[in-house]
Structure formats: structure tokens, C-alpha cells
């Protein structure tokens, strides 16, 4: 499966984006889809999963309650629903999805299998 991430831009501060990881190729069918961030300087750090199947979302606490996670079937889409975002949310965002990865390893990047090619997301007034 080849993905697609999408909907980064420039954003001030207390603002929105909706980020889109589209799949070609095939389906979400029976994977998980992580959402990572890598900010100027340092490693990619791991936002939230979803398990299409079943919908369930996890999510890094700094995140909690600001993003959410969901999936679209029918448009074999997932997105990432960024609220009240803060200046240390910029980074580049990638979408990755593993069909094996289990819930302890979420947060690994090391876990997924494809990779999309990141969408830029900037925080500033």
C-alpha cells in the first residue's frame, strides 16, 4: 500500500488543521495507522494510532484532547484532527501502517511497515 499524507499548512496558534493519510494500492482493511511528528532537530516522535478495524485510538498525553484520530472507509482515508494547536506542534507529520504492530508498540516507529512522505505543519502567530 502506498500512502499519501496531506493537509499540513500554516496555522496560528489556538487554531485547526485536519491531516488526510490516503491509501492507493489497496486498503486500510486490517492495519493500524500511526501518526508521527518530526520537529527541526530532532527524531520522529510518535502522535496517536488507530486500528481501522475496530476504530480504537491512542494517543501521546500532549496530544490527548486536542487531537483526534479517525478513520473513513469508503474514502480509504484516515485522519488526524489537529485542535488548539500550540507553537511545539510544528514539525512534519507522516502517516505510517502496520497490519502486525501490537498495542504495546504503537509508539515505535520501528513497528510499521509504509511510510508516507510527510506534510508540514507550522504553528506561529
Known amino acids: 500500500v502506498q500512502l499519501q499524507a496531506s493537509g499540513g499548512g500554516v496555522v496560528q496558534p489556538g487554531g485547526s488543521l485536519r491531516l488526510s493519510c490516503a491509501a492507493s494500492?489497496?486498503?486500510?482493511?486490517?492495519?493500524?495507522v500511526g501518526w508521527f511528528c518530526q520537529a527541526p532537530g530532532k527524531g520522529r516522535e510518535f502522535v496517536a494510532a488507530?486500528?481501522?478495524?475496530?476504530?480504537?485510538?491512542y494517543y501521546t498525553d500532549s496530544v490527548k484532547g486536542r487531537f483526534t484520530t479517525s478513520r473513513d472507509n469508503a474514502k480509504k482515508a484516515v485522519y488526524l484532527q489537529m485542535n488548539s494547536l500550540r507553537p511545539e506542534d510544528t514539525a512534519v507529520y507522516y502517516c505510517?501502517?502496520?497490519?502486525?504492530?501490537?498495542?504495546?508498540?504503537?509508539?515505535?516507529?520501528?513497528?510499521?511497515?509504509?511510510w508516507g512522505q510527510g506534510t508540514q505543519v507550522t504553528v506561529s502567530s
Open positions: 505510517a501502517v502496520s497490519r502486525t504492530i501490537i498495542v504495546s508498540s504503537y509508539t515505535n516507529e520501528n513497528g510499521y511497515h509504509y
Open positions: 494500492g489497496g486498503t486500510f482493511s486490517g492495519y493500524v
Open positions: 488507530i486500528r481501522v478495524s475496530s476504530s480504537h485510538a
